[in-house]
């Protein structure tokens, strides 16, 4: 007894072929899709990874900001300015005293506020707190103090410059 297999031609039929370019469409999107997600997801990482040193890296070209008429800041509260590309603050405490701080946190870059009235410097994003005259970091997160600069009031401005 013998067994015979007949293979047949295999025949695409038109409905096949729709399919076929469906599918392809289908896996096309599917791998445009697959990119933007990933870019979605490693830009924040990207930004994790680089803040914010590298971030104030950019700041460190600019070694003296002239502040003018800033001597007339009352005591008590602050002036945010920009040094370089980054933002900083010119504080001129209850005391008389004079400090400057960049208003980069450490932790992970953002923003910080100077509160007079808790005389602290502090931090929304996760609670970060600096001492305001130091820059030193007090509580939180925040790994190292602020950057502090050097602060000259002159007659018509306050000069502010890296230490
Ligand atoms: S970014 Fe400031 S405490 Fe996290």
């Given at each position: 007894m013998s067994t015979h297999?007949?293979?047949?031609?295999?025949?695409?039929?038109?409905g096949e072929e729709a399919d076929k370019s469906t599918r392809r469409?289908?896996?096309v999107a599917a791998g445009?899709?697959?990119?933007?997600y990933t870019a979605a997801l490693a830009y924040p990482i990207y930004r994790y990874l680089a803040s914010p040193e590298?971030?104030?890296?950019?700041?460190?070209a600019v070694k003296e900001v002239s502040l003018?008429?800033?001597q007339k800041l009352p005591a008590g509260s602050v002036?945010?300015?920009k040094f370089g590309t980054s933002p900083a603050m010119l504080i001129h405490h209850?005391?008389?005293t004079w400090a400057s701080l960049s208003a980069v946190c450490t932790h992970l870059g953002c923003t910080v506020q100077y509160e007079p009235q808790a005389d602290r410097i502090h931090c929304a994003c996760h609670g970060g707190v600096y001492n305001p005259y130091t820059g030193a970091n007090v509580s939180g997160p925040p790994p190292?103090?602020?950057t502090k600069f050097k602060v000259a009031v002159g007659e018509n401005a306050v000069e502010v410059s890296r230490a």
């Amino acid at each position: 007894m013998s067994t015979h297999i007949v293979l047949e031609e295999p025949t695409i039929k038109p409905g096949e072929e729709a399919d076929k370019s469906t599918r392809r469409a289908f896996l096309v999107a599917a791998g445009a899709a697959g990119l933007c997600y990933t870019a979605a997801l490693a830009y924040p990482i990207y930004r994790y990874l680089a803040s914010p040193e590298e971030m104030a890296s950019s700041a460190t070209a600019v070694k003296e900001v002239s502040l003018k008429d800033a001597q007339k800041l009352p005591a008590g509260s602050v002036l945010m300015f920009k040094f370089g590309t980054s933002p900083a603050m010119l504080i001129h405490h209850a005391d008389g005293t004079w400090a400057s701080l960049s208003a980069v946190c450490t932790h992970l870059g953002c923003t910080v506020q100077y509160e007079p009235q808790a005389d602290r410097i502090h931090c929304a994003c996760h609670g970060g707190v600096y001492n305001p005259y130091t820059g030193a970091n007090v509580s939180g997160p925040p790994p190292k103090p602020l950057t502090k600069f050097k602060v000259a009031v002159g007659e018509n401005a306050v000069e502010v410059s890296r230490a």
